[in-house]
C-alpha cells in the first residue's frame, strides 16, 4: 500500500470514525449537564424556531458593533465562505463525496475555486496577523487557537500546492493533502473548531432564552 | 465577617469624590483558608454547569469582539476588560472539571487549576468592571450571554468569601433588615405617611385584599421618595384596587448582585409571599431595573413554579393603562431622550414600553445614536455603584453616556430605573455636568389629566 492509498483509504476512514465519535461525545457531555426549566410567564416564543431565529440573524454584525468589527468580520467571512465553496463546490471534491453519497452536484469552474482558495489563505493569515498583534487576542489566546488555525490552513494550502506541483509527484502531493485533511477532520471535535457545531447549541440556547424574554437577539 | 485587604486602607467616611481607589484591594469574607476558598469557589462554579453555559464556554472561537462591546475596554483599552477574559477563571473551572474532556485536561495538565491569586485578581473583573449590562451579548457571533455568566461566576465568589466589601455589606444589611439602605417596614411606613401627607394623595397600606400590590426600591424611598407618591397618584388615577405592603415593599435583590443565591430567594420569596396573601393578580414593579430581572425572569424560578400573578415594570404597566384608554395625560412639551435600563429593555425585553408612554405624552422624543437595545450602560449597574474603589472606572464609561445623550440635544434626560438615576446623579456631580436624570413615572404623575369623577 503507498502513501496516497494509505491516506485515501484508513487513514481517512478511522479520521472519519474519529470525527463522528469526537462530535457526538462532545455533544453528550455537554447535553446532558441539562437545565432546570424556566417558570417564567413567556412573552415571545421560544423553542426551536427561536433558536432558527438566532442561528441565522447572529451571522449578520448588528450596526452599532459594525465599524468595530469590520475588519474580522470581513476576514472571517472571507474565510467561512471560502472554506465552504472550496470544500463543496470544487469538482474532484465533488465526485469524491458522489463515490459516498451517491449523488453530485454542480462545481465550479477549477480556476475560479483557485482564486477562492489563495482568498481563503489570505484572510486566514489576515486573522493570524489580528491574533499576534491585537492586545485583545493576544492575551485571549491559547494553544488551541493557534493548531487550529494551522490545522485549518494545512488543507488549503496542500491543495493549493497540487496543481502548482513545485517539481513534486502528483501522488505525493495529493497524498499529503488528505492526509492534512485527516488531521483537521481528528481535531475538529476536540478544540474550538467544534464551533462548527457548537454554533448551534450556542446561538440557538440564547435564541430560546432572549426570544422568550422578547428581548433583542 | 467581611475583612477588608489590609494592604491598603479603606476610609469609608472620606467624601466619595475625594476618594483615591487603590491601585490593588482584593476583600476577603469569613475565615477559610486560601485552599478552602479554591475548593468553595470550584464547587460552586461546578454547580451553575449546565447545558446553556457548557455551550457557551466550549463554543467561544476567542474572536475577541466582544472587547469592543464593553464600555469598560473602549474606554481604557485594557485587554483585562474584554469581557470573556472576565470568564477565564470560569471557564478553567468547566474545561478542568465537567467538560466533555475534562479528564484529558487534567491528565494532561492542560489546564491549571484556579489559584488563589487568579481568584482575587478576578474579584476587580467580575465585580467592579462588570455591571452585567450584557451589551457584549449581542455582539458576540456565537450568540454567548457573558453577562449571564458573569451573574452565576459570582456565586461561586460569594460562596468562597471573595467580593467586595461594600457590595457585601449592603447585601448584608439587606439580608438582614430587609433592605440595602436598611429601610425598615416602620420607616417604610413613615416615608409613605410623609409622602401622602405632603402630597396630599391617598396611599394604601397593608390593605387586606387588592389586585395589585405595589413595591419600591430602596433607592427610591430613601433618595427619590417622591416616586412613592408618584406610584399612588398613577395607580389611583387608574381606579385600581391596589396596595402597598410593609410585609413586602423593598424590590431590590442584592442577594442577586452580590451572587448570594440564598439571599436573592429570600428577597424574592418576600414580595412572591407578600402578593399570595393579598390575591394580587399583578405585581407592579418600581424603576428598577436589576429588580426586573430579579423578579420578571428569576422569581418564578426562585419559587420554583409558574407565579400565580402577572410580574409588571412601573413602565410596562403604564404603557398598558395608557395605551388601553384607562391613563390619560396632558401633553408635554419638551424634547426628551430616554435612558434604557439594561435589565429592564436589552436584556429584559420591555424596551417598547417606555417609547409608547414618551408617544401618549406627546414629547419630542430623540432617540439617543444607538441607543434602546445597543444602549451604553450607566456604569453604575450590577452592584458596582456601591463599590467605591470602582469610582473612578464608573466615572471614565460614564463619559460614553454623557457623549451619548448629549448628541440628542434634548432638554430632558429621563430614565426608568432608580439606580440608573442614582448614577447618574454622581457622575454628573462629578463632571459638573449641567444635566440632571429625571424619572418617567414621575413625568407621567405630574401631568395625569383630571378625572371625571
Redesign the interface.
Same mark, same amino acid.
Given at each position: 500500500m503507498d502513501l496516497l492509498e494509505l491516506a485515501r483509504g484508513p487513514v481517512l476512514q478511522a479520521a472519519a470514525y474519529i470525527l463522528v465519535g469526537g462530535t457526538i461525545?462532545?455533544l453528550? /457531555?455537554?447535553?446532558l449537564?441539562?437545565?432546570?426549566p %424556566?417558570? =417564567?410567564?413567556a412573552? /415571545?416564543p421560544g423553542g426551536l424556531g427561536a433558536a432558527a431565529k438566532?442561528?441565522w440573524s447572529?451571522?449578520y @454584525?448588528?450596526? !452599532?458593533?459594525k465599524r468595530?468589527?469590520l475588519y !474580522?468580520?470581513i476576514m472571517?467571512y472571507v474565510l467561512h465562505v471560502g472554506l465552504f465553496a472550496t470544500v463543496l463546490l470544487f469538482v474532484p471534491h465533488i465526485v469524491f463525496f458522489e463515490g459516498f453519497l451517491g449523488f453530485g452536484w454542480p462545481g465550479l469552474p477549477n480556476s475560479i475555486i483557485f482564486f477562492i482558495g489563495v482568498a481563503t489563505v489570505i484572510s486566514g493569515v489576515a486573522l493570524l496577523v489580528r491574533r499576534l498583534t =491585537? !492586545?485583545?487576542?493576544?492575551?485571549? =489566546?491559547?494553544? %488551541? %487557537?493557534y493548531f487550529s488555525w494551522f490545522v485549518t490552513m494545512l488543507p488549503l494550502v496542500t491543495g493549493l500546492l497540487i496543481p502548482i506541483r513545485l517539481g513534486i509527484r502528483y501522488e505525493t502531493l495529493l497524498a499529503v493533502h488528505i492526509l492534512s485533511v485527516a488531521l483537521l477532520l481528528i481535531w475538529l471535535p476536540?478544540g474550538?473548531l467544534?464551533?462548527t457545531f457548537?454554533?448551534f447549541? @450556542?446561538?440557538?440556547?440564547?435564541?430560546m432564552?432572549?426570544e422568550r424574554? /422578547?428581548?433583542?437577539? | 465577617m467581611t475583612t477588608v485587604d489590609g494592604r491598603t486602607t479603606l476610609d469609608r467616611e472620606a467624601e466619595r469624590l475625594a476618594y483615591k481607589p487603590p491601585e490593588v484591594r482584593h476583600d476577603t469574607q469569613g475565615d477559610m483558608t486560601t485552599e478552602q476558598r479554591v475548593e468553595t469557589a470550584m464547587h460552586h462554579f461546578v454547580k451553575d454547569f449546565n447545558t446553556q453555559t457548557a455551550s457557551y464556554l466550549d463554543g467561544c472561537v476567542h474572536c475577541g469582539m466582544c472587547a469592543d462591546a464593553c464600555h469598560y475596554f473602549v474606554r481604557t483599552d485594557d485587554p483585562r476588560y474584554t469581557p470573556i477574559w472576565k470568564m477565564e477563571l470560569f471557564k478553567q473551572a468547566y474545561k478542568r472539571e465537567v467538560g466533555p474532556f475534562a479528564f484529558f485536561y487534567r491528565l494532561f495538565g492542560f489546564k491549571k487549576k484556579v489559584t488563589i491569586d487568579q481568584l482575587e485578581e478576578w474579584q476587580h473583573l467580575l465585580y467592579d468592571s462588570c455591571t452585567v449590562c450584557g451589551r457584549c451579548s449581542l455582539v458576540c457571533p456565537m450568540g454567548i450571554d457573558i453577562a449571564g455568566m458573569v451573574s452565576m461566576a459570582r456565586h461561586g465568589m460569594f460562596k468562597a468569601g471573595l467580593i467586595p466589601h461594600e457590595l457585601h455589606e449592603t447585601a448584608k444589611r439587606a439580608a438582614e433588615t430587609g433592605s440595602p439602605l436598611g429601610i425598615t417596614p416602620e420607616k417604610f411606613k413613615e416615608r409613605v405617611e410623609w409622602m401622602a401627607d405632603e402630597h396630599e394623595v391617598d396611599i394604601p397600606l397593608n390593605v387586606e385584599k387588592a389586585d395589585v400590590l405595589a413595591v419600591m426600591s430602596s433607592i427610591e424611598i430613601q433618595k427619590y421618595p417622591e416616586s412613592i407618591a408618584a406610584t399612588a397618584k398613577i395607580l389611583n388615577a387608574t381606579g385600581e384596587s391596589w396596595t402597598f405592603s410593609t410585609d413586602g415593599y423593598e424590590a431590590t435583590n442584592f442577594g442577586m448582585l452580590s451572587g448570594n443565591l440564598e439571599w436573592q430567594k429570600a428577597a424574592s420569596m418576600k414580595l412572591i409571599d407578600t402578593a399570595i396573601k393579598l390575591g394580587a393578580k399583578t405585581l407592579v414593579l418600581p424603576e428598577c431595573g436589576h429588580a426586573y430581572m430579579a423578579m420578571r425572569w428569576m422569581g418564578a424560578n426562585m419559587y420554583g413554579k409558574p407565579l400565580p400573578f402577572k410580574v409588571l415594570h412601573i413602565t410596562e404597566y403604564l404603557a398598558d393603562v395608557m395605551n388601553s384608554g384607562r391613563l390619560k395625560v396632558k401633553k408635554v412639551d419638551k424634547s426628551v431622550t430616554f435612558h434604557d435600563p439594561c435589565q429592564v429593555s436589552r436584556r429584559g425585553g420591555a424596551t417598547q414600553a417606555p417609547r409608547d408612554v414618551l408617544k401618549h405624552l406627546g414629547v419630542d422624543f430623540r432617540e439617543m445614536p444607538n441607543g434602546g437595545d445597543y444602549n451604553w450602560c450607566c456604569g453604575g449597574g450590577g452592584g458596582v455603584i456601591t463599590i467605591k474603589r470602582a469610582d473612578e472606572l464608573r466615572h471614565r464609561v460614564f463619559k460614553l453616556k454623557m457623549d451619548q445623550m448629549e448628541a440628542t440635544g434634548a432638554e430632558e434626560l429621563l430614565s426608568s430605573c432608580a439606580n440608573c438615576r442614582q448614577s447618574f446623579d454622581d457622575s454628573e456631580q462629578h463632571f459638573g455636568w449641567n444635566h440632571s436624570m429625571g424619572s418617567l413615572m414621575e413625568m407621567v404623575a405630574e401631568n395625569l389629566e383630571e378625572q371625571k369623577s
Amino acid at each position: 500500500m503507498d502513501l496516497l492509498e494509505l491516506a485515501r483509504g484508513p487513514v481517512l476512514q478511522a479520521a472519519a470514525y474519529i470525527l463522528v465519535g469526537g462530535t457526538i461525545w462532545r455533544l453528550l /457531555g455537554i447535553i446532558l449537564l441539562a437545565k432546570k426549566p %424556566d417558570y =417564567s410567564e413567556a412573552r /415571545g416564543p421560544g423553542g426551536l424556531g427561536a433558536a432558527a431565529k438566532v442561528i441565522w440573524s447572529r451571522a449578520y @454584525t448588528a450596526e !452599532p458593533f459594525k465599524r468595530a468589527t469590520l475588519y !474580522p468580520k470581513i476576514m472571517g467571512y472571507v474565510l467561512h465562505v471560502g472554506l465552504f465553496a472550496t470544500v463543496l463546490l470544487f469538482v474532484p471534491h465533488i465526485v469524491f463525496f458522489e463515490g459516498f453519497l451517491g449523488f453530485g452536484w454542480p462545481g465550479l469552474p477549477n480556476s475560479i475555486i483557485f482564486f477562492i482558495g489563495v482568498a481563503t489563505v489570505i484572510s486566514g493569515v489576515a486573522l493570524l496577523v489580528r491574533r499576534l498583534t =491585537s !492586545p485583545v487576542l493576544k492575551l485571549i =489566546s491559547n494553544f %488551541d %487557537d493557534y493548531f487550529s488555525w494551522f490545522v485549518t490552513m494545512l488543507p488549503l494550502v496542500t491543495g493549493l500546492l497540487i496543481p502548482i506541483r513545485l517539481g513534486i509527484r502528483y501522488e505525493t502531493l495529493l497524498a499529503v493533502h488528505i492526509l492534512s485533511v485527516a488531521l483537521l477532520l481528528i481535531w475538529l471535535p476536540f478544540g474550538k473548531l467544534g464551533h462548527t457545531f457548537l454554533v448551534f447549541l @450556542t446561538r440557538g440556547t440564547t435564541g430560546m432564552v432572549f426570544e422568550r424574554r /422578547g428581548a433583542k437577539t | 465577617m467581611t475583612t477588608v485587604d489590609g494592604r491598603t486602607t479603606l476610609d469609608r467616611e472620606a467624601e466619595r469624590l475625594a476618594y483615591k481607589p487603590p491601585e490593588v484591594r482584593h476583600d476577603t469574607q469569613g475565615d477559610m483558608t486560601t485552599e478552602q476558598r479554591v475548593e468553595t469557589a470550584m464547587h460552586h462554579f461546578v454547580k451553575d454547569f449546565n447545558t446553556q453555559t457548557a455551550s457557551y464556554l466550549d463554543g467561544c472561537v476567542h474572536c475577541g469582539m466582544c472587547a469592543d462591546a464593553c464600555h469598560y475596554f473602549v474606554r481604557t483599552d485594557d485587554p483585562r476588560y474584554t469581557p470573556i477574559w472576565k470568564m477565564e477563571l470560569f471557564k478553567q473551572a468547566y474545561k478542568r472539571e465537567v467538560g466533555p474532556f475534562a479528564f484529558f485536561y487534567r491528565l494532561f495538565g492542560f489546564k491549571k487549576k484556579v489559584t488563589i491569586d487568579q481568584l482575587e485578581e478576578w474579584q476587580h473583573l467580575l465585580y467592579d468592571s462588570c455591571t452585567v449590562c450584557g451589551r457584549c451579548s449581542l455582539v458576540c457571533p456565537m450568540g454567548i450571554d457573558i453577562a449571564g455568566m458573569v451573574s452565576m461566576a459570582r456565586h461561586g465568589m460569594f460562596k468562597a468569601g471573595l467580593i467586595p466589601h461594600e457590595l457585601h455589606e449592603t447585601a448584608k444589611r439587606a439580608a438582614e433588615t430587609g433592605s440595602p439602605l436598611g429601610i425598615t417596614p416602620e420607616k417604610f411606613k413613615e416615608r409613605v405617611e410623609w409622602m401622602a401627607d405632603e402630597h396630599e394623595v391617598d396611599i394604601p397600606l397593608n390593605v387586606e385584599k387588592a389586585d395589585v400590590l405595589a413595591v419600591m426600591s430602596s433607592i427610591e424611598i430613601q433618595k427619590y421618595p417622591e416616586s412613592i407618591a408618584a406610584t399612588a397618584k398613577i395607580l389611583n388615577a387608574t381606579g385600581e384596587s391596589w396596595t402597598f405592603s410593609t410585609d413586602g415593599y423593598e424590590a431590590t435583590n442584592f442577594g442577586m448582585l452580590s451572587g448570594n443565591l440564598e439571599w436573592q430567594k429570600a428577597a424574592s420569596m418576600k414580595l412572591i409571599d407578600t402578593a399570595i396573601k393579598l390575591g394580587a393578580k399583578t405585581l407592579v414593579l418600581p424603576e428598577c431595573g436589576h429588580a426586573y430581572m430579579a423578579m420578571r425572569w428569576m422569581g418564578a424560578n426562585m419559587y420554583g413554579k409558574p407565579l400565580p400573578f402577572k410580574v409588571l415594570h412601573i413602565t410596562e404597566y403604564l404603557a398598558d393603562v395608557m395605551n388601553s384608554g384607562r391613563l390619560k395625560v396632558k401633553k408635554v412639551d419638551k424634547s426628551v431622550t430616554f435612558h434604557d435600563p439594561c435589565q429592564v429593555s436589552r436584556r429584559g425585553g420591555a424596551t417598547q414600553a417606555p417609547r409608547d408612554v414618551l408617544k401618549h405624552l406627546g414629547v419630542d422624543f430623540r432617540e439617543m445614536p444607538n441607543g434602546g437595545d445597543y444602549n451604553w450602560c450607566c456604569g453604575g449597574g450590577g452592584g458596582v455603584i456601591t463599590i467605591k474603589r470602582a469610582d473612578e472606572l464608573r466615572h471614565r464609561v460614564f463619559k460614553l453616556k454623557m457623549d451619548q445623550m448629549e448628541a440628542t440635544g434634548a432638554e430632558e434626560l429621563l430614565s426608568s430605573c432608580a439606580n440608573c438615576r442614582q448614577s447618574f446623579d454622581d457622575s454628573e456631580q462629578h463632571f459638573g455636568w449641567n444635566h440632571s436624570m429625571g424619572s418617567l413615572m414621575e413625568m407621567v404623575a405630574e401631568n395625569l389629566e383630571e378625572q371625571k369623577s
